[in-house]
């Protein structure tokens, strides 16, 4: 046990530094070719912070773990808004950009609907989670054509070595942020375990969260170095990734309907914390912002959440 607890340790200090300059290498990538951040975070940030929940869920397939697989996607949905966005904005206010509210905030909306639809008959087929993967490739396309980038930011330039270097050093430190966060996961798993905890509860919640923690520590290191859209945009885009990347892998893999009549507490969770999402984001007032108090609803209700799986 005490290994255990050592080895969760260890997993938190690289999940921590690997946050911190894959934060600093892409806003680095943002300044030197002026693309705007909040494509940077819902594309490169927030695709690449998924990878831990894409890790976990192949090899919890790789083992016959179809819950811990489906759990992992909705609570990593969950934990991004509940636990990522409202412990980031309770640490300081978030600015939330126009292009959230009139572009991304919509395609997550279109996304997590779609997803919703296709299971409302209780099963996941393999057809559905194919119409989902192609939404994903949809959702690529339409960021990449949609996004103005001459009109970015006019930041100097960096100069500080090519679009490899910055590349390199990009995906080396995120993988020092996976190997944390799957540290972290397997030490967590084994001591939920030991408390006899079914698949599906230990993937929605230990593992969910765990797998949540590098979307937290880039969405901290974002708010420290003052980039709010970088923050914002690896939530979404993290999100969307765990529905229309994540979801559809058990279907994929086993070319079988996945059993979905018993996950509408979770879907029902998702739909409500999205609302708030979008209704705290869009509130009319002078600061497009999501404020500590509104962090704090967020926070609480993902609580809630965790604590209900339990009973």
Not at 43 to 63: K, Y
Request: net charge negative; proline share 3%; with cysteine.
């Amino acid at each position: 046990m005490l290994f255990t607890f050592a080895s969760f340790f260890f997993g938190l200090i690289l999940l921590l530094l690997g946050s911190h300059q894959m934060v600093q290498e892409a806003i680095g990538i943002a300044k030197k070719y002026q693309v705007p951040p909040l494509l940077i975070g819902t594309l490169l940030v927030g695709f690449g912070t998924s990878v831990p929940e894409l890790l976990v869920s192949t090899n919890a397939l790789l083992h016959g773990s179809v819950g811990l697989c489906v759990g992992n996607a909705l609570g990593s949905y969950i934990g991004n808004i509940g636990l990522v966005l409202g412990f980031s904005a309770l640490v300081r206010p978030i600015s939330i950009p126009s292009s959230v509210l009139t572009h991304d905030l919509p395609l997550l909306s279109i996304a997590l609907m779609s997803a919703v639809f296709l299971v409302i008959d209780g099963d996941l087929s393999v057809i559905d989670s194919c119409f989902l993967v192609i939404l994903l490739f949809g959702y690529v396309l339409v960021s990449f054509t949609n996004s103005q980038l001459g009109e970015a930011s006019q930041s100097p330039k960096v100069s500080d070595g090519s679009i490899w270097w910055l590349l390199t050093k990009f995906v080396f430190f995120m993988l020092m942020l996976l190997l944390g966060s799957e540290i972290i996961v397997q030490t967590a798993t084994e001591i939920a375990k030991d408390f006899g905890l079914s698949e599906l509860v230990v993937g929605l919640s230990v593992v969910a969260v765990g797998t949540s923690l590098p979307e937290l520590a880039t969405a901290l290191m974002s708010l420290y170095a003052r980039e709010d859209e970088l923050c914002v945009g690896n939530i979404i885009g993290s999100n969307i990734f765990c529905l229309l990347g994540i979801l559809p892998l058990p279907a994929l893999v086993t070319f079988d309907s996945i059993a979905t009549e018993n996950l509408w507490r979770e879907f029902s969770v998702m739909i409500v914390m999205t609302l708030l999402f979008w209704i705290f984001a869009a509130k009319f007032d002078k600061n497009k912002q999501i404020n500590r108090f509104e962090g704090g609803a967020l926070l609480l209700s993902f609580c809630v959440y965790i604590v209900s799986l339990f009973h």
